[in-house]
């Protein structure tokens, strides 16, 4: 199976965790690392570039920091730009049948996010879920590393997701 991994964070640069994930997933061999910041420094997103990525995917997994509640501001960009000239264009089925999966990093304890601050993180990814269930995929349970640090990663756990 063809897995493409979206990855986006506001502060690539400075980034330990989600680089050290990138660099252990790097020698496998059905896998597509996209890394937005990388890809798009300006911000332009190339729309037919992300169509031909996502065509040949079978599964697409986003993996970030989680900020705010949210994504960081390239992959919303992402989602409005690509995933509106899907659904509004030629082929509004392209993701049907595909698998859609969260894999994000947390500075804070999964207590943190056990809902008793108002939300649990599987309330604050709905609006992922729900987007990417509404455009035809098959949504896997998100992957949260919590506590996130670079010498203490479940390496093994999150490259077996990857394949």
């Known amino acids: ?20 994930l990138l660099e252990s997933a790097k020698s496998l061999s059905n896998l597509t690392i996209h890394n937005l ?17 996502l065509t040949k995917a079978q599964k697409i997994i ?7 509640f949210s994504t960081p501001a390239l992959m919303k ?5 690509v995933l509106t000239h899907i659904l509004y264009g030629e082929n509004p089925k392209l993701l049907h ?9 947390l500075g804070g304890s999964k207590d943190s996010y056990d809902g008793h601050h ?7 990814l709905t609006p992922l879920t729900s987007t990417f269930s509404y455009c035809g995929c ?12 670079p010498d203490s990663l479940p390496t093994q756990e999150y490259l077996s997701l990857l394949g």
């Open 1 to 20: 199976m063809q897995t493409l991994l979206l990855v986006s964070h506001t502060f690539w640069e400075d980034s330990k965790v989600n680089k050290a």
């Open 37 to 53: 910041n990388v890809a798009y420094k300006n911000g332009a997103i190339d729309v037919a570039k992300e169509v031909e990525l």
């Open 62 to 68: 986003f993996q970030f920091p989680l900020f705010w």
């Open 77 to 81: 960009e992402w989602q409005d730009r």
């Open 97 to 105: 049948g595909k698998s859609f999966q969260v894999i994000t990093t």
């Open 118 to 124: 108002g939300y649990s993180l599987e309330t604050i």
């Open 138 to 149: 098959k949504v896997l349970e998100p992957y949260a590393i919590f506590s996130a640090k």
